[in-house]
C-alpha cells in the first residue's frame, strides 16, 4: 500500500474519526472505501454508458474500469449489456475504417 496525505477540513476529520470509532475501524479504511464507493463506482458507471451507446471499445472499457478485457465481459453481461464485436454492417466498417485514417 502507498501512503497518500490529505488534507481534511477540522469539522469532516471530527466527523471521520467518530465514524471510524463507532465502526471500530481507521480512518483511512473509511476514506478508501469512500474514494471506492463513489469516485470509481461513478467511473465505471460512465464507461459502461459509454459502451453502450457506442462511444467507447471493449479495450477502452477494460483501460477505464481499470481490468483486462475478459473482466469486462464479464460485467456486460451482469449488467446485461450485449457486448459488440466488430462492426455489425459493411456501412459501420467503412465508417471505422475512415475514422481510422484520420487519427492516423
Known amino acids: 500500500m502507498k501512503r497518500t ?29 469512500a474514494v471506492e464507493g463513489t469516485y470509481f463506482a461513478r467511473l465505471d458507471d460512465l ?10 471499445s471493449l479495450g477502452k472499457l477494460a483501460e477505464l474500469s481499470g481490468t483486462d478485457p ?9 449488467k446485461g449489456i450485449k457486448p459488440r464485436f466488430g462492426p455489425e454492417s459493411t456501412e459501420e466498417a467503412r465508417q471505422d475504417a475512415a475514422v481510422a485514417k484520420r487519427v492516423r
Open 70 to 78: 475478459s473482466r469486462a465481459l464479464e460485467r456486460l453481461r451482469e
Open 47 to 56: 464507461a459502461l454508458a459509454a459502451y453502450r451507446n457506442g462511444v467507447i
Open 5 to 33: 496525505q490529505i488534507l481534511l477540513p477540522d469539522e469532516l476529520h471530527q466527523r471521520l474519526r467518530r465514524q471510524a470509532k463507532i465502526r471500530k475501524t481507521s480512518m483511512g479504511t473509511l476514506i478508501r472505501r
